[in-house]
């Protein structure tokens, strides 16, 4: 309690000093409060600071010439500003990784919640969570330096700058996050499912794939979708090993440039504020952000709607 | 009874053909690969891993001598050190700590303690803390350029370690928020109860048993956040940490005001270059980077098992 409390020996009373404890919480629960405001305030920030911007940025480029325009060229003499230039290449780039991620990941964590004992349970999580937090730049040195290389040797005509290697390198990346969320996910498939499909008669791989999989997808399939939004909004990779170079397509074995690279490259540089420079990369951050923004709520909705309650 | 079975042989049932393939065998064999294929899975990423850290040492552990922790950065490659990133990254993390230890902890404590009542600022809060864990992190830099550098100039100096430092701390507020809720969470109803029953109030309660209860898993979260924190390079770049930067931020209050690079930054510069030599400069960079990761894991870790012993 509190050691100040006064004792009136007169009386032998003790009186706790109660005011003056109340005065303190109301303080600290203010401040504590104002802690707490300060995410809201955080995210005002983001959307005022993007939404300010970027309409600057369209009272200078119409809307519908940043959306049909088919080059982005916003630092040479002639500008040209077609957003989906840089949306193509982070497209492409997350879809590489997810076909990279999203096996790998799954059957990462099926392995860890049905067929490894917990000796290797717990070896194997320590390793995942390693690989989780690994610094994106080191994994762009990998990209660019080792598995461009690497592929090199047995894809010719590959760029030193490609889509491919970052794709594949990003998709390392996001697989222990699609493993630990699938695990999850598997994991809180109660019991009495997977025992009554073997009292039935089935396999292990028959309840996993029959039973626990479908039972579990909607954990799944939020984790994908997450992993993507965080491969969409990975900087370092892509800038690393993908290149500087605008091309809108598909084509996974020339350079590239992502939207997050290209805003890494104009404020790496010298854009002067007010200049049509800097309200662009306002305009491609407000795209980014209503792309993640728009795949965190779409995973959302998604547990909401397809989650099986087993209470 | 042998007899009766047998000089009756048309009475005697015999299973009808069955309807289904039981076809065990073959399910069985299935099984069998799929066994191997999650096996599988799980040891392509551990060798991806293994690859990635054998690769950056064997790069990196021919420049990494004390010469190089000691020198500045410089053109010519033999002569390159870490040094101003590295008095830089660790300048930078006490500044996030400073920042975000009270604000994190903070917010967690009204969240979990001073908020019984579903009330529209909790949940604002807690949707707004949801949301902001999946915002890129190029963003926040974007947030951190507009308001920190810009219009907060007069007090941060522009592009300085202040400005990066705020940046990284909205970046991992929720993490330790998170954290922190999950630790306080933890500690028995009954440690509280008992204070209410000694009639101290709300705030005594928290400060005197619930907070010191709950610390090492608070520290275990603010650890990983800050090993998050520092690995990060994008929203560095945004808040205009210089690339090339000769001299070491002083270690005093108006160092806070100047500018500064970070262990990431110089990494990503150094891969940038097209010459050789840098990439193993960077090679050495990344290994005293991981280095100190994992000193902080470690530590983290081994607080989390403290922690759980306790229990």
Same mark, same amino acid.
């Given at each position: 309690?509190?050691?100040?409390?006064?004792?009136?020996?007169?009386?032998?009373?003790?009186?706790?000093?109660?005011?003056?404890?109340?005065?303190?919480?109301? @303080?600290?629960?203010?401040?504590?409060?104002?802690?707490?405001?300060?995410?809201?305030? $955080?995210?005002?920030?983001?959307?005022?600071?993007?939404?300010?911007?970027?309409?600057?940025?369209?009272?200078?480029?119409?809307?519908?010439?940043?959306?049909?325009?088919?080059?982005?060229?916003?630092?040479?003499?002639?500008?040209?500003?077609?957003?989906?230039?840089?949306?193509?290449?982070?497209?492409?780039?997350?879809?590489?990784?997810?076909?990279?991620?999203?096996?790998?990941?799954?059957?990462?964590?099926?392995?860890?919640?049905?067929?490894?004992?917990?000796?290797?349970?717990?070896?194997?999580?320590?390793?995942?969570? @390693?690989?989780?937090?690994?610094?994106?730049?080191?994994?762009?040195?990998?990209?660019?330096?080792?598995?461009?290389?690497?592929?090199?040797?047995?894809?010719?005509?590959?760029?030193?700058?490609?889509?491919?290697?970052?794709?594949?390198?990003?998709?390392?990346?996001?697989?222990?996050?699609?493993?630990?969320?699938?695990?999850?996910?598997?994991?809180?498939?109660?019991?009495?499912?997977?025992?009554?499909?073997?009292?039935?008669?089935? $396999?292990?791989?028959?309840?996993?794939?029959?039973?626990?999989?479908?039972?579990?997808?909607?954990? @799944?399939?939020?984790?994908?979708?997450?992993?993507?939004?965080?491969?969409?909004?990975?900087?370092?990779?892509?800038?690393?090993?993908?290149?500087?170079?605008?091309?809108?397509?598909?084509?996974?074995?020339?350079?590239?440039?992502?939207?997050?690279?290209?805003?890494?490259?104009?404020?790496?540089?010298?854009?002067?504020?007010?200049?049509?420079?800097?309200?662009? @990369?306002?305009?491609?951050?407000?795209?980014?952000?209503?792309?993640?923004?728009?795949?965190?709520?779409?995973?959302?909705?998604?547990?909401?709607?397809?989650?099986?309650?087993?209470? | 009874?042998?007899?009766?079975?047998?000089?009756?042989?048309?009475?005697?049932?015999?299973?009808?053909?069955?309807?289904?393939?039981?076809?065990?065998?073959?399910?069985?064999?299935?099984?069998?690969?799929?066994?191997?294929?999650?096996?599988?899975?799980?040891?392509?990423?551990?060798?991806?891993?293994?690859?990635?850290?054998?690769?950056?040492?064997?790069?990196?552990?021919?420049?990494?001598?004390?010469?190089?922790?000691?020198?500045?950065?410089?053109?010519?490659?033999?002569?390159?050190?870490?040094?101003?990133?590295? !008095?830089?990254?660790?300048?930078?993390?006490?500044?996030?700590?400073?920042?975000?230890?009270? !604000?994190?902890?903070?917010?967690?404590?009204?969240?979990?303690?001073?908020?019984?009542?579903?009330?529209?600022?909790?949940?604002?809060?807690?949707?707004?803390?949801?949301?902001?864990?999946?915002?890129?992190?190029?963003?926040?830099?974007?947030?951190?350029?507009?308001?920190?550098?810009?219009?907060?100039?007069?007090?941060?100096?522009?592009?300085?370690?202040?400005?990066?430092?705020?940046?990284?701390?909205?970046?991992?507020?929720?993490?330790?928020?998170?954290?922190?809720?999950?630790?306080?969470?933890?500690?028995?109803?009954?440690?509280?109860?008992?204070?209410?029953?000694?009639?101290?109030?709300?705030?005594?309660?928290?400060?005197?048993?619930?907070?010191?209860?709950?610390?090492?898993?608070?520290?275990?979260?603010?650890?990983?956040?800050?090993?998050?924190?520092?690995?990060?390079?994008?929203?560095?770049?945004?808040?205009?940490?210089?690339?090339?930067?000769?001299?070491?931020?002083?270690?005093?209050?108006?160092?806070?005001?100047?500018?500064?690079?970070?262990?990431?930054?110089?990494?990503?510069?150094?891969?940038?270059?097209?010459?050789?030599?840098?990439?193993?400069?960077?090679?050495?960079?990344?290994?005293?980077?991981?280095? !100190?990761?994992?000193?902080?894991?470690?530590?983290?870790?081994?607080?989390?098992?403290?922690?759980?012993?306790?229990?």
């Amino acid at each position: 309690m509190t050691a100040d409390a006064p004792f009136d020996i007169a009386t032998g009373s003790w009186k706790p000093k109660r005011d003056r404890a109340n005065l303190i919480q109301s @303080i600290v629960k203010l401040v504590c409060g104002a802690f707490a405001a300060i995410s809201i305030f $955080t995210t005002i920030g983001i959307v005022a600071t993007l939404i300010f911007e970027a309409i600057a940025f369209l009272q200078e480029i119409p809307l519908s010439q940043f959306l049909t325009d088919t080059k982005w060229t916003p630092l040479f003499s002639t500008q040209q500003f077609g957003i989906f230039v840089l949306v193509s290449a982070t497209i492409m780039i997350s879809v590489i990784s997810l076909l990279v991620a999203a096996p790998l990941g799954l059957l990462a964590a099926i392995c860890l919640s049905e067929y490894a004992s917990p000796n290797i349970r717990r070896i194997l999580k320590p390793i995942l969570e @390693i690989l989780a937090g690994v610094p994106t730049v080191v994994y762009g040195y990998f990209a660019l330096l080792t598995v461009t290389p690497f592929l090199q040797s047995f894809i010719p005509g590959l760029q030193g700058f490609n889509a491919l290697s970052a794709g594949l390198v990003l998709g390392v990346m996001i697989t222990p996050m699609v493993a630990s969320l699938s695990e999850d996910a598997l994991y809180s498939v109660p019991r009495s499912l997977k025992d009554g499909s073997y009292a039935l008669g089935a $396999t292990k791989r028959e309840t996993v794939t029959s039973v626990v999989l479908p039972a579990a997808l909607s954990g @799944i399939v939020s984790s994908l979708i997450l992993a993507v939004s965080r491969a969409v909004g990975e900087t370092m990779i892509v800038t690393l090993a993908a290149g500087a170079n605008p091309t809108l397509g598909f084509n996974p074995f020339v350079p590239v440039m992502t939207m997050t690279s290209f805003i890494v490259q104009v404020t790496a540089g010298d854009a002067p504020h007010g200049t049509i420079e800097y309200k662009t @990369i306002y305009a491609v951050g407000m795209t980014l952000f209503l792309i993640t923004l728009a795949l965190n709520i779409f995973s959302f909705w998604f547990v909401r709607r397809f989650r099986e309650k087993y209470e | 009874m042998d007899s009766n079975i047998s000089s009756r042989p048309s009475e005697v049932a015999t299973p009808p053909r069955s309807k289904f393939k039981t076809n065990v065998s073959g399910r069985y064999t299935a099984d069998r690969i799929f066994a191997a294929a999650a096996w599988t899975a799980t040891g392509i990423a551990v060798a991806i891993l293994a690859w990635l850290l054998l690769t950056i040492l064997i790069d990196g552990v021919g420049t990494l001598n004390l010469n190089f922790l000691q020198s500045l950065p410089s053109r010519r490659p033999e002569r390159a050190g870490i040094f101003p990133a590295l !008095v830089g990254t660790i300048w930078l993390m006490a500044a996030v700590a400073a920042i975000s230890f009270p !604000v994190g902890v903070g917010a967690g404590i009204f969240l979990e303690e001073f908020s019984e009542n579903d009330n529209w600022f909790t949940r604002a809060v807690e949707i707004n803390i949801g949301n902001l864990a999946g915002v890129p992190s190029i963003i926040y830099g974007l947030l951190g350029l507009a308001v920190f550098v810009r219009i907060f100039e007069p007090i941060t100096g522009g592009r300085s370690v202040l400005s990066g430092a705020l940046t990284l701390s909205l970046l991992i507020l929720p993490v330790i928020i998170v954290a922190t809720r999950e630790a306080l969470r933890a500690v028995p109803s009954s440690m509280r109860l008992a204070g209410y029953a000694l009639g101290a109030n709300r705030w005594q309660v928290v400060w005197s048993h619930v907070l010191p209860a709950a610390m090492p898993g608070i520290l275990t979260g603010v650890i990983l956040a800050l090993s998050r924190a520092i690995g990060e390079t994008a929203p560095l770049i945004a808040v205009g940490a210089a690339v090339f930067i000769s001299f070491t931020p002083p270690l005093s209050p108006a160092g806070l005001q100047t500018q500064f690079t970070a262990m990431p930054i110089q990494i990503y510069n150094w891969i940038s270059r097209p010459q050789e030599e840098f990439h193993y400069l960077a090679a050495s960079g990344i290994i005293v980077l991981m280095t !100190v990761l994992l000193m902080m894991n470690a530590i983290a870790i081994y607080l989390r098992n403290k922690f759980q012993k306790q229990q």
